[in-house]
């Protein structure tokens, strides 16, 4: 531990700083250098914890962590995937997070596209170490010959270029933050030789902030089942922006196809052949209690033609001639597992059926089921699959193309993985429908019919389509 003196900077140290800053977010850099020069102390996390909007509120009179700069609860996480857009504060969230980690692990890996990025963004950038840590009051030493950075209390980060993925084989780490990893020339080099060394401490795990790109590599680390996708857009944090940086990628993607990858932080995906597309996916918000009616779509691991030992499970709900799909909890479980799972969500959503597809063994599913059903005593719908998954799931398709199915997760639960399935699975390709597009048909079908449910004239004026972008802030045109 160093010298307590040690760890503030002096006036003259925040000015050098100030100085070393260049680039877009220079105001918001005077901002935060009065702040330390007055001697204030920022908490990033705030007592309201992921409910919190960031604005300033009492005992924090400032902008600070946003819900969704928060780390993803449980800590059943490898990765945490901070897919955001430009601007939206992926860079100041890794910097927050590496803080709090240095607390809990001796070792850190900082790795950033180059020997640049690392000195201008991650280290000295206005959302960098240096800053967030000054702004808790903590002072980080710096040494770049060295490509080291000590933490008050000793923990030690080093750095790492993506240019040089060689130089992490061998060093080991409890926790590493990557910084915009979808853009690094040799990532699968870099990640196995990272992942062979974060073996310290007890719970090893990475940060990743990053916009996205539909790479091999992004695409599998997202679809992992301990990955956690956050996503961000550049509006949710607009206020913090500065003005002139604000305006320019505005008025260069809004309204663009890539604007959503670079402002909505998607993954775009365009597999041709897909079932679905893009553009069908539409997110809404809903009360679920206001639904008519709700149902959990399940198909088991192990039926028939299936190659995946997951169990999908999917909450959908209907209210008039509009569905949304409320949950996914697909994931590798054992019969008694799923069937906690079925029941915890039925209760959970209130729900009022269980569409479950037989598997190979005749009505074990049911018999499943029955066994763990306590005091609920729900319906279960048991459906045999006859036609090929692709025609079945043609009239679902078909509503999702007339907006008339809606996506929006109330819970802490997130549909990206349901989503990048429904862009990605081909049937053509011989591949067997995933679990979770299964699960979702399944309830879709229960709620919707085959499609041939008469058009009901809506207040939105029947065929409309809702517009907005998939994911994350609606602008108010
Ligand atoms: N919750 C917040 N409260 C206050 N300021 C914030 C918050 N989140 C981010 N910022 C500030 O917003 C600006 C942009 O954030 P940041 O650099 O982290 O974004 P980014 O997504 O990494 O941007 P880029 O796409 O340029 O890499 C910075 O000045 C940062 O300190
Ligand atoms: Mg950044
Ligand atoms: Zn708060």
Redesign the pocket.
């Known amino acids: 531990m160093s010298d307590p003196d040690d760890q503030f900077l002096t006036p003259e140290e925040v000015l050098r700083m100030q100085d070393s800053l260049t680039g877009e977010?220079r105001e918001?850099a005077a901002r935060q250098i009065e702040a330390i020069l007055r001697g204030e102390r920022r908490a990033w996390y705030c007592k309201r914890g992921r409910k919190c909007d960031?604005k300033p509120h009492e005992g924090y009179m400032y902008?600070?962590?946003?819900g969704d700069?928060w780390p993803p609860p449980g800590e059943d996480w490898f990765a945490w995937f901070l897919s955001?857009g430009?601007?939206?504060?992926?860079?100041?969230?890794g910097a927050e997070y590496t803080r709090r980690m240095a607390d809990r692990v001796s070792r850190i890996a900082l790795i950033a596209p180059t020997g640049a990025d690392i000195r201008d963004t991650m280290i000295e950038g206005?959302?960098g170490l240096q800053y967030v840590c000054a702004l808790a009051g903590e002072k980080i030493k710096w040494e770049p010959s060295k490509r080291r950075v000590t933490f008050p209390n000793g923990c030690i980060a080093t750095t790492f270029s993506a240019e040089e993925p060689a130089r992490l084989r061998g060093p080991q780490h409890g926790f590493a933050w990557l910084d915009e990893p979808a853009h690094y020339p040799d990532i699968e080099e870099l990640w196995s030789n990272l992942l062979f060394g974060l073996r310290l401490g007890t719970r090893p795990h990475v940060t990743l902030t990053s916009?996205p790109l539909p790479t091999p590599w992004v695409r599998n680390i997202q679809e992992r089942e301990d990955t956690r996708v956050v996503r961000v857009s550049t509006y949710a944090?607009i206020d913090?922006?500065a003005a002139t940086f604000r305006d320019q990628v505005v008025a260069e993607f809004e309204g663009t196809r890539k604007g959503r990858q670079e402002l909505y932080g998607e993954l775009l995906l365009d597999v041709e052949g897909a079932l679905w597309q893009e553009d069908f996916l539409h997110r809404e918000p809903v009360d679920w209690r206001e639904l008519d009616r709700i149902v959990i779509g399940v198909d088991p691991a192990g039926a028939a033609n299936k190659r995946s030992d997951e169990t999908g499970i999917v909450v959908a709900g209907r209210k008039r001639d509009t569905a949304w799909v409320l949950h996914d909890s697909t994931g590798k479980y054992t019969p008694r597992q799923w069937s906690d799972e079925v029941y915890r969500l039925y209760s959970l959503y209130e729900a009022d059926a269980i569409v479950v597809e037989k598997n190979f063994g005749g009505d074990m599913v049911k018999d499943v089921l029955l066994k763990d059903q306590g005091d609920l005593n729900p319906r279960i719908i048991v459906k045999h699959a006859q036609r090929s998954k692709a025609i079945s799931a043609a009239p679902v398709v078909r509503l999702y193309e007339q907006g008339r199915v809606l996506h929006y997760p109330p819970m802490q639960n997130d549909l990206s993985k349901l989503e990048m399935e429904m862009l990605s699975w081909v049937p053509s390709s011989g591949a067997p429908s995933p679990n979770r597009i299964d699960a979702m048909v399944w309830a879709m079908t229960e709620l919707m019919g085959n499609g041939g449910v008469a058009r009901i004239a809506t207040p939105r004026g029947g065929n409309i389509r809702p517009t907005g972008p998939l994911f994350g802030f609606r602008r108010s045109a």
């Open positions: 977010h918001e960031g902008s600070h962590a946003r700069q955001g430009r601007g939206s504060g992926k860079t100041r969230t206005v959302s916009t944090n913090n922006l």
